[in-house]
C-alpha cells in the first residue's frame, strides 16, 4: 500500500513518512515481540524516539516540540503501528491526551512550565479521565476536588490510564462543583514520579527531579491486557492530592468541554493507530500467501486469498481517506468532530477484520508467535473500545447527521 497522490501530502509529508518507517522497521521490529511477551515498557525505543523528536511532533520548538504539523503527527502514528501498537500509542496518548490540553487550554505559564519536558520527551505524560463507573459515561466523573484556601484537595481514582505508572506529568479530571452535573468537572495538572525510576536512570529519560511529585498522587494497580502490552496501563491514585490554584486547566467547570474536544482529536490518533494495523497485517499476510505453497502453488494463487487480499485492500484505502481527510480538517481549524467519529469508527472496526484475516491466511502459523499477525489481532481490539467505543461513535455521528433536524 501507498500514500502517494492523495492530495493531503506535501513532498517533506513524504520524506517524514519514510524516515519513521525506517525506524519502526530497522528498530521497533526486533524488539516488539520480546516487550509484548514480558509486557515491559520499551525505554530504550522510546529514548530513540524522543531523541528523534517524535514525542512532541506538532508543538514549536520554542517549547521543546519538533514544530511539525498535526499531519506529520499522524503520519507517525500511522507507520509506527504497522510494526507495533504499543509504541504507536505511545507517542499517540503522550501527545494527544498529555500534552494538548496543557497546549489548547494553559495559560502561557502552564505551557512554559510543563510542556518543554514532555515535547522533548524528557518526561512521559498522559490523561486520567475513564473510572471505574464513568468510561463511556464520561461525565459520570466520581473524583472529586474540593476547595481548600488558594488551592484544591483531591480525592478519588481513576482506571485504565495509559501510561499512569511511567508517567510523571498527568491531565486530570475531577467534580469541582456536584450540583452542575457535567458543567461542575474541572480539570487540572498534577505531577507524580515515574515507578521506572531505575530504568529512567538507565536511558537518561522519564524522569525530571525538577518537577516536585505531589503527595498522595500515585499510580496503582497494572492492567495485565490483552493486547497493547507494551503500554503502560494502570490505575492513578489520589488521596487528599493538594493541588494549587495555579493548576486549574482552562477555568473551573470547563473540564467536561475540553476533554470531549480532546477526544474528538484523539479519536483521528487511533484512527491512525487502527489504520496501520489493518495495514501491517495486510502487508504480513499478501507476503504470506506470496511464499507459502500448498497443492503445488502459492496460495496467493487461490481465489479464496485473493478475495481476501483484495477487501483488505480496498477499505484500506477507503480508511486513508477518512483518516487524513478528517486530521486536515483538523489542521486547517475545520470542524471535523463527525468526521473524527467516522474515521475511528471505520478503522477501528477494519483492524478486527484485517488482522483476522491476515491470522486466517496464516493459517495455524498466524496462531502462534512466530508471525506478528497474531499479536496485531490482539491489539486490534481495544481499538473498538479506546477513545469511545464503536457504539458512541455511532452516537456521535448521528448526533452531527440529526442536528437541527425537527423531531
Known amino acids: 500500500?501507498?500514500?502517494?497522490?492523495?492530495?493531503?501530502?506535501?513532498?517533506?509529508?513524504?520524506?517524514?513518512?519514510?524516515?519513521?518507517?525506517?525506524?519502526?522497521?530497522?528498530?521497533?521490529?526486533?524488539?516488539?515481540?520480546?516487550?509484548?511477551?514480558?509486557?515491559?515498557?520499551?525505554?530504550?525505543?522510546?529514548?530513540?524516539?524522543?531523541?528523534?523528536?517524535?514525542?512532541?511532533?506538532?508543538?514549536?520548538?520554542?517549547?521543546?516540540?519538533?514544530?511539525?504539523?498535526?499531519?506529520?503527527?499522524?503520519?507517525?502514528i500511522h507507520e509506527l503501528a504497522k510494526i507495533d501498537a504499543s509504541h504507536s500509542i505511545t507517542i499517540s496518548a503522550h501527545t494527544t491526551l498529555g500534552t494538548s490540553p496543557i497546549m489548547n487550554f494553559g495559560t502561557d505559564a502552564q505551557r512554559?512550565?510543563?510542556?518543554?519536558?514532555?515535547?522533548?520527551?524528557?518526561?512521559?505524560?498522559?490523561?486520567?479521565?475513564?473510572?471505574?463507573?464513568?468510561?463511556?459515561?464520561?461525565?459520570?466523573?466520581?473524583?472529586?476536588?474540593?476547595?481548600?484556601?488558594?488551592?484544591?484537595?483531591?480525592?478519588?481514582?481513576?482506571?485504565?490510564?495509559?501510561?499512569?505508572?511511567?508517567?510523571?506529568?498527568?491531565?486530570?479530571?475531577?467534580?469541582?462543583?456536584?450540583?452542575?452535573?457535567?458543567?461542575?468537572?474541572?480539570?487540572?495538572?498534577?505531577?507524580?514520579?515515574?515507578?521506572?525510576?531505575?530504568?529512567?536512570?538507565?536511558?537518561?529519560?522519564?524522569?525530571?527531579a525538577s518537577l516536585a511529585p505531589m503527595s498522595g498522587f500515585r499510580a496503582g494497580k497494572k492492567e495485565d491486557k490483552l493486547g497493547w502490552r507494551a503500554s503502560d496501563t494502570r490505575e492513578l491514585l489520589f488521596q487528599d492530592v493538594e493541588v494549587p490554584a495555579e493548576n486549574l486547566l482552562g477555568g473551573e467547570g470547563l473540564g467536561f468541554t475540553n476533554f470531549m474536544k480532546t477526544l474528538d482529536s484523539g479519536r483521528i490518533g487511533i484512527a491512525a493507530l487502527s489504520l496501520g494495523l489493518a495495514e501491517g497485517a495486510f502487508e504480513q499476510a499478501r507476503e504470506f500467501a506470496s511464499s507459502r505453497r500448498q497443492f503445488g502453488q502459492a496460495i496467493s494463487g487461490f481465489q479464496g486469498v485473493q478475495f481476501q487480499l483484495s477487501d483488505m485492500a480496498t477499505e484500506i484505502s477507503a480508511g486513508y481517506h477518512l483518516v487524513y481527510h478528517a486530521a486536515w480538517l483538523s489542521q486547517n481549524k475545520q470542524p471535523f468532530a463527525k468526521e473524527a467519529a467516522m474515521a475511528k469508527l471505520f478503522c477501528s472496526e477494519l483492524a478486527m477484520r484485517a488482522t483476522t484475516a491476515a491470522v486466517q491466511i496464516h493459517g495455524a502459523r498466524g496462531y502462534t508467535t512466530e508471525y506478528p499477525v497474531e499479536r496485531m489481532m490482539r491489539d486490534a481490539k481495544i481499538c473498538e473500545i479506546g477513545e469511545g467505543t464503536s457504539e458512541i461513535q455511532r452516537i456521535v455521528i448521528a448526533r452531527h447527521l440529526l442536528a437541527g433536524l425537527a423531531g
Open 1 to 76: 500500500m501507498t500514500s502517494c497522490n492523495l492530495p493531503y501530502f506535501a513532498k517533506e509529508h513524504e520524506d517524514f513518512r519514510a524516515e519513521v518507517r525506517e525506524f519502526a522497521r530497522e528498530v521497533v521490529a526486533p524488539v516488539a515481540r520480546r516487550h509484548d511477551a514480558d509486557a515491559t515498557f520499551p525505554w530504550k525505543t522510546v529514548k530513540q524516539m524522543a531523541d528523534l523528536g517524535l514525542l512532541g511532533i506538532p508543538w514549536p520548538k520554542s517549547l521543546g516540540g519538533s514544530g511539525r504539523d498535526l499531519m506529520s503527527f499522524i503520519i507517525a
Open 112 to 208: 512554559e512550565r510543563f510542556v518543554p519536558p514532555l515535547a522533548s520527551g524528557r518526561v512521559i505524560g498522559g490523561f486520567g479521565l475513564t473510572e471505574e463507573s464513568a468510561g463511556s459515561d464520561a461525565g459520570g466523573t466520581r473524583t472529586m476536588a474540593v476547595k481548600k484556601g488558594s488551592g484544591y484537595v483531591i480525592n478519588g481514582s481513576k482506571r485504565f490510564i495509559t501510561h499512569a505508572g511511567i508517567g510523571e506529568i498527568f491531565v486530570v479530571t475531577a467534580v469541582t462543583d456536584p450540583t452542575k452535573g457535567a458543567k461542575g468537572i474541572s480539570s487540572f495538572i498534577l505531577t507524580k514520579e515515574s515507578t521506572d525510576l531505575a530504568a529512567t536512570a538507565d536511558v537518561g529519560i522519564g524522569h525530571d
